[in-house]
């Protein structure tokens, strides 16, 4: 493409980004076509309400998860030295935001979230950005970073139908499952006891052990409420235990009584800073969440639709917002980013409880707990086996959450090496941290945080390798040929690899033509080759076919067994029903003395 | 295309394997009529590894359902899952067969 088109289409990006017709129109696509069918596995649908104590505790069941994950800003708050009082605040102005995010994702209706129960959490994504930010501008440079990444996420949400190819979703699932080892990897070294101030002895890892084995087996092994508050319970032992093994100090539990029990936090803080140096690794942060996002929203959609077949955008587009607006009010009250929370969504898969009512829970009790610093404080103290083994749990459902999304797509050489080396790369990071040191300072944010890393090998890779992917491909068949058939399975085997299509719509397609170049040879009596093409844009599969020969009719109505088995008129429609009934859409004309065939189907 | 064949519980069983196409179709219908006219009017027919069944397949299967029922004997299909199953279903044939879950549950039905 040359500069000037280039730019064109930049301009052409950008303009359709800010008019408001697009934003109005990703917002009015609220619904899928059809209507979606709860799976029987769900114990309380999206749409069900639960008891109402039921509802609370599941509330706090959540609240649990996405309380440990505040471990993220607690890191930041560590490194920046701050006295415990404004630690306690800063903690609870995360809880505001997180509430607020929660709430907003939870709303049944309007132009903003998801409609699903889809808590936010603070995760890895933000951690390793906002820890260079800190070190090169202090806690103001990390809020307004923080603020710019909810921006690129707004603007982004109403273009990610147009910008899709550029995002598809095995990246997604590459992020997930990024974050899934970044969340294993900390879990472990919790639960070993790894970068623990003090040397650690059997209670430790028996206070680990005993947390993992509860959770575990209350959710393997559990019924009723014992299984769907399986997290819960198994924190709640590890926390007993860890007090009566002295894991969790008898003067570390007096730090709680200095703290108040009821304060109203204070939005004072050093004001934001903005750096040129900051914007590429918290945009790459914000793109990586907004995949995140595209895949734990997908996922919101399988656990919750039995029938679910394909991404729907709309609430997508809404629920990438909403994050988007929970991250610039984090940015403004003085926090870290957040993301929809991952952990969560597997704590759904596990308990098949996904109502959207328990959302507002999360929320009304996350801001509850903002003004309760003594509630806050405990955190801090959450003795590190027991942390460990919640983060472990829930990282075994992050990852195959992850994989799953990856392998959804049928996946060619390319794909495969933009996978691969995504995964590879984030791996490294995590592995060998020292690769960083030697490289241009302004790239290190990028290079020392393993998903932020991972994550922009994929994006570059694939932007790469999408330069000579051919979207429109032909075949040319000689209707004689023995193998006709053979060659067409390969032939849409390796275009459905090359697009990242997906394997369902590509049986359908295999069968589709398989079945028309079979009564093409059988009733139409063809001269010369049969030309097939094809055309995939993400969302649509068109084949066309065009032979010289007479034109076959797909009937409305299946003939009668009778007539299949006695008539050949009766055989030659069966087929045409079948390739009706099989595509989408169908079309069939006369051109330049061809017959041409043309199917279409939805991706 | 694969046919093999068994006696289980006196009841005929064919376990079909590749493709149902109107390459094979031809073959394998006559196949399943010569079994029926030698036996006792009764089949099995497992498709759990069918891979693919176009129209030809289906005309095969019908004309060997009707064979059946003409000597008062019963044709029964099983392993009719995944991709079979849906081209089952588009083409309105699910309710045209007696269909199993597996074979074992055929063979149950047809025993003598």
Redesign the interface.
């Known amino acids: 493409m040359s500069d000037a088109g280039g730019r064109a289409r930049l301009t052409r990006i950008l303009r359709s980004t800010l008019h408001p017709s697009q934003w109005l129109e990703a917002w009015r696509s609220t619904r899928p076509s059809a209507q979606p069918k709860k799976p029987g596995e769900l114990v309380y649908g999206i749409d069900d309400v639960p008891p109402p104590l039921f509802t609370v505790f599941s509330g706090f069941q959540h609240v649990g998860l996405v309380r440990i994950q505040l471990i993220f800003p607690a890191l930041v708050i560590q490194l920046a030295e701050l006295p415990t009082e404004d630690s306690v605040n800063m903690l609870s102005l995360s809880l505001i935001a997180l509430g607020i995010a929660a709430i907003l994702q939870s709303l049944p209706r309007g132009p903003v979230g998801s409609r699903f129960l889809c808590p936010p959490c603070h995760d890895a994504i933000f951690l390793e950005p906002s820890i260079a930010a800190l070190k090169f501008g202090g806690l103001p440079l990390v809020f307004g970073m923080t603020m710019v990444a909810g921006v690129i996420q707004s603007l982004l949400s109403p273009i990610l139908n147009r910008i899709r190819p550029l995002l598809p979703p095995e990246i997604g699932g590459l992020v997930i499952f990024l974050v899934g080892t970044s969340i294993a990897a900390i879990g472990c070294r919790y639960m070993i006891g790894i970068g623990v101030k003090e040397p650690v002895g059997h209670d430790y890892w028996l206070v680990a052990g005993v947390t993992l084995m509860t959770t575990v087996g209350l959710n393997v092994w559990g019924r009723g409420q014992a299984k769907l508050l399986c997290t819960m319970v198994g924190i709640s032992v590890g926390y007993g235990l860890a007090v009566l093994t002295g894991v969790l100090p008898k003067e570390a539990l007096g730090v709680l009584s200095e703290l108040r029990l009821f304060a109203i936090p204070h939005f004072a803080h050093g004001g934001w800073a903005f750096s040129a140096d900051m914007i590429l690794p918290f945009t790459v942060a914000a793109l990586a969440v907004t995949l995140k996002g595209i895949g734990d929203i997908t996922a919101l959609q399988r656990i919750n639709d039995a029938g679910w077949v394909r991404a729907e955008m709309g609430s997508i587009s809404r629920g990438t917002l909403a994050n988007g607006l929970a991250n610039m009010f984090a940015g403004l009250v003085g926090t870290l980013g957040l993301t929809p929370s991952t952990a969560n969504i597997g704590l759904q898969a596990a308990t098949g409880v996904s109502s959207r009512v328990i959302g507002f829970a999360i929320g009304a009790i996350l801001l509850a707990l903002a003004f309760l610093p003594s509630a806050t404080g405990s955190l801090i103290l959450m003795p590190r086996p027991v942390m460990g083994a919640a983060l472990l749990f829930s990282a075994c459902f992050v990852l195959i959450s992850g994989l799953q999304t990856i392998t959804s797509r049928m996946l060619d050489a390319r794909r495969t090496i933009v996978i691969g080396l995504g995964i590879s790369s984030g791996v490294a990071a995590e592995l060998i941290p020292s690769f960083a040191t030697d490289i241009p300072h302004a790239i290190q944010p990028i290079v020392s945080s393993s998903i932020v890393l991972g994550t922009t090998t994929a994006l570059l890779l694939n932007g790469l390798f999408r330069i000579g992917q051919r979207q429109r491909v032909r075949l040319s068949l000689d209707p004689a040929a023995?193998d006709a058939?053979a060659e067409v399975n390969e032939f849409f085997d390796a275009a459905g690899r090359g697009w990242g299509a997906r394997p369902d719509v590509m049986?359908r397609v295999a069968?589709g033509i398989?079945?028309a170049i079979?009564?093409i040879?059988?009733h139409c009596e063809p001269e010369g080759p049969i030309v097939i093409e094809a055309h995939f844009d993400e969302f649509n599969l068109d084949v066309r076919i065009s032979y010289r020969g007479a034109a076959l009719e797909f009937p409305d109505e299946?003939p009668s067994?009778r007539e299949?088995?006695e008539t050949e008129a009766g055989?030659r429609r069966?087929?045409g029903?079948?390739l009706r009934?099989?595509a989408d859409r169908i079309r069939t004309s006369v051109k330049d003395g061809a017959t041409v065939l043309e199917f279409h189907f939805v991706h | 295309m694969k046919l093999v064949e068994a006696i289980a519980d006196e009841v005929m069983v064919v376990e079909a394997y590749g493709?149902l196409?109107?390459?094979t179709s031809k073959g394998f219908g006559d196949r399943l009529i010569a079994l029926l006219q030698g036996g006792n009017g009764s089949l099995v027919v497992d498709l759990k590894n069918i891979a693919?069944i176009?129209?030809?397949g289906?005309?095969a299967l019908?004309?060997a359902n009707?064979a059946a029922a003409g000597r008062e004997g019963k044709l029964a299909l099983c392993g009719v899952t995944g991709?079979v199953r849906r081209?089952f279903d588009?083409?309105?044939f699910t309710g045209?067969f007696l269909i199993f879950p597996t074979q074992a549950d055929g063979i149950g039905k047809l025993r003598p």
Request: net charge neutral; charged share 25%.
């Open positions: 023995p058939v049986v069968f398989s079945q079979e009564a040879r059988e299946r067994g299949i088995m055989y069966l087929a029903y079948m009934m099989n | 493709r196409d109107s390459t693919y176009s129209s030809a289906f005309r019908l004309i009707r991709e081209l588009i083409g309105g045209e």
